[in-house]
């Protein structure tokens, strides 16, 4: 198999071929979930990322017309816009087409792949990198059907503007030149982050030129364009410019061609220069280097818990997890980095794409997130090193029938090796929907009960899906959850039941007052129009009946459901600090565990905790804790909850909960026991002066603030 180009017409069958298998295995993931009805809402699977429903209610009021100034709704986002425009065109309804978006855009990466390929001259090594860099465990993972998020198009965009290099740095004519700046524009909308990674492009297309190409003419004509895509000026401002160029170039005589380009090169440089193109670099720098949030109204410097602290995508992985999700497997990645090699050895202009490739492996030291960047670029390794190898055969094999029998025999087989082991991960990776069928009955009620200007307090991860199921305002969601953001919301949920009304109440107020006002922190702005100074005294006085909080300008709601349990510790650490220092509070004690096992005396709860029935006394390895009650709490037929209260121990620490019908037992200070979560959503201990329970359901119960 000789590096060719196939005719036109060939190279598009194998196009449309590497894009219908692309397509074809995000259709497992249906088809494994197809009969499953908790899944279901609307007639159709809903989505299985949480950062969708941003994006969904965006589109969603673009297309009724319902945005507005403060409700944080994604109106305007690219994602939402594009969506709301399908809506508009495609006979399908809106929950199939978040659905299934992703895995119909997110295949369009075959795209670029094949045309890389083809401007290296050899269409085979793009089919073999795109029916493999579509697929492979990161780039899956992020445009599987139901992952509706802009990681469809996050890493298709940046290879579609590192083609528009190849092709203009290996054909070498004009019109190739009005790619770039056209995918790179695509790509700053789409993505804003992408501004580094195009900013390093540039850089890397300069040092080319000066290694390689310094006395090519043809390459400052790449950076010139390059550079103007970069500027920070309206986008159709670049593109006249961009159009202008074009012709510029096109009726320029040659024998003034040198001096105007390296004039055009200047300006454009200037332009990025003062259009402030490096501003958005260092504005990222800052923010992962200055953390801390100054508050100017009380001379106070306020130490909130970051949000970044709890994520662990960050840190070092294993070579092995680094590997398979830029291969699929150790071996696949190793061959694809030596095809890698070869493919620069024999084509310099695939240098250009090492930042892309760089970017990726910095995951290996900074965590799982950046992997996928690498995938295209190793995609395009792993299809030059089967290509390469198979030519080999031709020094082995001379009788030509053989020879191309076996070459494709070859090909084949070593394909879909390499495909194997991530068509493996797909089959075995049966992500579940954001909610099930039961939980988005509870919003959907939720949503014909409250007003659009009505707030519902919940913990982030539930934000983005609340509001587009019940279309009301969230005080944090997955975009808006700072410390200062996080804080006053964990407050709520992990205090007494009479501090979680006082904070809510307060914490929405400012916020429908911060509109106007401008202030930077809700907690502060409080403090000065209560005339407070000490903060932990205010923080206090919440804590009580005789606290006087603002004067209600709308409802607010409690939404409590049962999957908030898994991660209430983590809630807790963003309250449970020290504002002034910012250092941690002692912990409070929560374990829940669903692992356990009845011993006759001894009730084992996993992890060397353990209960002796008799004397009711909890043991966590060789201490000894005294229970203060045991609490059963289970649901008759109707969803009524049944509670069973035993008081063992008068100065006992701890408290255990068997929640029978979940199957889980939940063993918990007196801190945690006191939560307003607990209270509400476990015990159903209401105060009927402070909430009105108007959803009840076992899956997830929301209570109406009455002050």
Same mark, same amino acid.
């Given at each position: 198999m000789h590096p060719t180009s196939l005719h036109v017409s060939r190279f598009l069958l194998l196009l449309l071929l590497a894009y219908a298998f692309s397509i074809a295995v995000r259709f497992i993931w249906v088809y494994q979930f197809s009969g499953t009805p908790d899944f279901y809402w609307n007639d159709q699977i809903m989505i299985n990322t949480n950062d969708g429903y941003a994006f969904a209610e965006g589109a969603r009021d673009m297309l009724n017309g319902t945005c507005s100034a403060h409700d944080l709704s994604y109106c305007g986002n690219p994602l939402a816009a594009l969506t709301a425009l399908l809506a508009q065109i495609l006979p399908v309804s809106f929950e199939t087409l978040i659905l299934y978006m992703p895995?119909?855009?997110?295949?369009?990466?075959?795209?670029?792949?094949?045309?890389?390929?083809?401007?290296?001259?050899?269409?085979?090594?793009?089919? +073999?990198?795109?029916?493999?860099?579509?697929?492979?465990?990161?780039?899956?993972?992020?445009?599987?059907?139901?992952?509706?998020?802009?990681?469809?198009?996050?890493?298709?965009?940046?290879?579609?503007?590192?083609?528009?290099?190849?092709?203009?740095?290996?054909?070498?004519?004009? =019109?190739?030149?009005?790619?770039? $700046?056209?995918?790179?524009?695509?790509?700053?909308?789409?993505?804003?982050?992408?501004?580094?990674?195009?900013?390093?492009?540039?850089?890397?297309?300069?040092?080319?030129?000066?290694?390689?190409?310094?006395?090519?003419?043809?390459?400052?004509?790449?950076? +010139?364009?390059?550079?103007?895509?970069?500027?920070?000026?309206?986008?159709?401002?670049?593109?006249?410019?961009?159009?202008?160029?074009?012709?510029?170039?096109?009726?320029?005589?040659?024998?003034?061609?040198?001096?105007? +380009?390296?004039?055009?090169?200047?300006?454009?440089?200037?332009?990025?220069?003062?259009?402030?193109?490096?501003? $958005?670099?260092?504005?990222?720098?800052?923010?992962?280097?200055?953390?801390?949030?100054?508050?100017?109204?009380?001379?106070?410097?306020?130490?909130?818990?970051?949000?970044?602290?709890?994520?662990?995508?960050?840190?070092?992985?294993?070579?092995?997890?680094?590997?398979?999700?830029?291969?699929?497997?150790?071996?696949?990645?190793?061959?694809?980095?030596?095809?890698?090699?070869?493919?620069?050895?024999?084509?310099?202009?695939?240098?250009?794409?090492?930042?892309?490739?760089?970017?990726?492996?910095?995951?290996?030291?900074?965590?799982?997130?950046?992997?996928?960047?690498?995938?295209?670029?190793?995609?395009?390794?792993?299809?030059?090193?089967?290509?390469?190898?198979?030519?080999?055969?031709?020094?082995?094999?001379?009788?030509?029938?053989?020879?191309?029998?076996?070459?494709?025999?070859?090909?084949?087989?070593?394909?879909?090796?390499?495909?194997? $082991?991530?068509?493996?991960?797909?089959?075995?990776?049966?992500? $579940?929907?954001?909610?099930?069928?039961?939980?988005?009955?509870?919003?959907?009620?939720?949503? =014909?009960?409250?007003?659009?200007?009505?707030?519902?307090?919940?913990?982030?991860?539930?934000?983005?899906?609340? =509001?587009?199921?019940?279309?009301? =305002?969230?005080?944090?969601d997955g975009g808006k959850h700072d410390g200062k953001d996080n804080f006053a919301t964990s407050f709520s949920l992990t205090r007494p039941p009479i501090a979680g009304a006082n904070m809510a109440r307060l914490d929405v107020e400012y916020t429908e007052r911060g509109f106007d006002e401008n202030h930077s922190d809700n907690l502060l702005a409080a403090m000065r129009d209560y005339n407070q100074s000490d903060l932990n005294a205010f923080l206090a006085a919440l804590q009580t009946r005789d606290f006087t909080p603002p004067a209600p300008t709308r409802d607010i709601y409690f939404y409590l459901p049962m999957r908030m349990m898994s991660i209430f510790p983590t809630v807790a650490l963003f309250s449970n600090l020290d504002l002034h220092s910012g250092t941690q509070q002692e912990r409070p004690f929560f374990y829940a565990t669903g692992s356990f096992k009845d011993a006759g005396a001894l009730l084992h709860l996993g992890n060397g905790v353990a209960l002796d029935k008799a004397k009711g006394i909890i043991m966590l390895g060789q201490q000894q804790v005294p229970l203060a009650q045991f609490v059963t709490i289970s649901y008759d037929a109707q969803g009524k909850i049944q509670k069973n209260l035993q008081n063992l121990h008068p100065n006992g620490a701890l408290n255990l909960l068997y929640l029978k019908s979940y199957n889980q037992f939940l063993l918990i200070d007196h801190t945690m026991f006191e939560s307003l979560y607990v209270q509400l959503f476990l015990l159903e201990n209401i105060d009927p002066n402070l909430f009105e329970p108007v959803i009840m359901t076992p899956w997830a119960k929301v209570f109406k603030l009455k002050r």
């Open positions: 895995a119909f855009i997110g295949s369009l990466l075959v795209v670029p792949l094949m045309l890389i390929g083809r401007a290296l001259g050899n269409d085979y090594l793009g089919f +073999i990198a795109a029916l493999l860099g579509s697929i492979v465990h990161s780039y899956y993972n992020r445009t599987m059907t139901g992952y509706y998020d802009t990681d469809m198009l996050t890493i298709v965009l940046p290879t579609l503007v590192l083609y528009s290099l190849i092709a203009a740095a290996t054909y070498e004519r004009n =019109r190739y030149l009005l790619l770039i $700046p056209l995918f790179i524009i695509a790509n700053s909308w789409w993505y804003p982050q992408s501004y580094s990674l195009n900013l390093a492009m540039a850089g890397m297309v300069l040092l080319y030129t000066l290694i390689f190409e310094r006395r090519n003419l043809f390459f400052y004509k790449i950076l +010139i364009f390059m550079l103007l895509s970069l500027a920070l000026v309206a986008w159709y401002f670049k593109v006249l410019l961009a159009l202008a160029l074009f012709g510029a170039f096109h009726f320029m005589p040659k024998a003034s061609t040198r001096p105007i +380009i390296f004039a055009l090169l200047a300006l454009c440089a200037a332009l990025v220069l003062f259009s402030g193109g490096f501003t $958005p670099v260092i504005a990222q720098l800052q923010g992962y280097l200055f953390r801390s949030l100054h508050a100017d109204d009380l001379n106070l410097t306020l130490r909130y818990f970051d949000v970044v602290q709890t994520v662990r995508e960050a840190g070092q992985i294993p070579f092995d997890v680094f590997a398979a999700r830029i291969s699929g497997a150790t071996l696949t990645f190793l061959f694809a980095l030596l095809g890698l090699g070869m493919l620069v050895w024999r084509h310099k202009v695939m240098l250009l794409a090492l930042p892309m490739l760089g970017l990726g492996f910095i995951a290996f030291q900074a965590g799982l997130r950046f992997t996928v960047y690498a995938v295209p670029v190793m995609a395009l390794g792993m299809g030059y090193f089967i290509v390469y190898a198979s030519q080999l055969l031709e020094k082995v094999i001379f009788i030509d029938r053989t020879l191309h029998v076996s070459r494709i025999l070859f090909v084949t087989l070593s394909t879909a090796a390499a495909l194997y $082991p991530n068509i493996a991960h797909i089959i075995d990776y049966k992500v $579940p929907t954001v909610f099930n069928a039961q939980e988005v009955k509870v919003l959907d009620d939720l949503g =014909r009960l409250a007003q659009r200007e009505d707030y519902v307090v919940t913990w982030w991860d539930f934000g983005y899906p609340i =509001r587009y199921y019940s279309d009301v =305002r969230t005080l944090i």
